[in-house]
């Protein structure tokens, strides 16, 4: 892996909220484990000039369709459900993060990412989170289809399927850019 230039590059963090990391086991690392590796990848990008965006869902705003095609939405969710897990956000300290709310698996269709990254001149997306097999593969096909050179974090991921995360890892996600490790990156920081 080449060295990364930040000032052209964004960490796109990818649904670390309360109401997705609170429901349930993740695999092949736990919740806190890639709470961890984010708050590593965050720290290390930290008032530098890398640009930090941080994407929550608002599932509220989603349907979703079930086997035999009818939809369903979610009601009413308790306000903590959109809240970010990650500490750099409760903080303040940071003054490279950005957040977007979602509302479809990717993080590009249907909000402001793409804008905001190119008008910070951002062609290299670092993406994380959860869950591997929606929103990060959505979100990191999203940014492949928009010309942004795009490296997944592996351990800084997981998924409610250990099985299919390996499967994106193993064969999808290096037909749109790069696999990394945390280590990896923060090397190249």
Known sequence: MENLDLARTALVVIDLQKGIMESGDLQPYTASEVVE??????????????????????????RFLNR?????AYGNLPAEFLEYVMPIVQDGEAENVIKITKHNPGAFFGTDLDLQLRRRGIDTVILTGVATSNGVYATALEAYQHGYKVIVVEDACADRDGELHHVFFDKLFVKLGQVAATKEILEKI
């Not at 035999?68 to 369903?72: C, D, I, L, M, Y």
């Open 37 to 62: 590796k984010n708050n590593q990848l965050a720290q290390a990008m930290k008032n530098t000039a890398g640009l930090i965006t941080l994407v929550n869902v608002d599932p509220t705003t989603m």
């Open 68 to 72: 035999n095609g009818s939809g369903r």
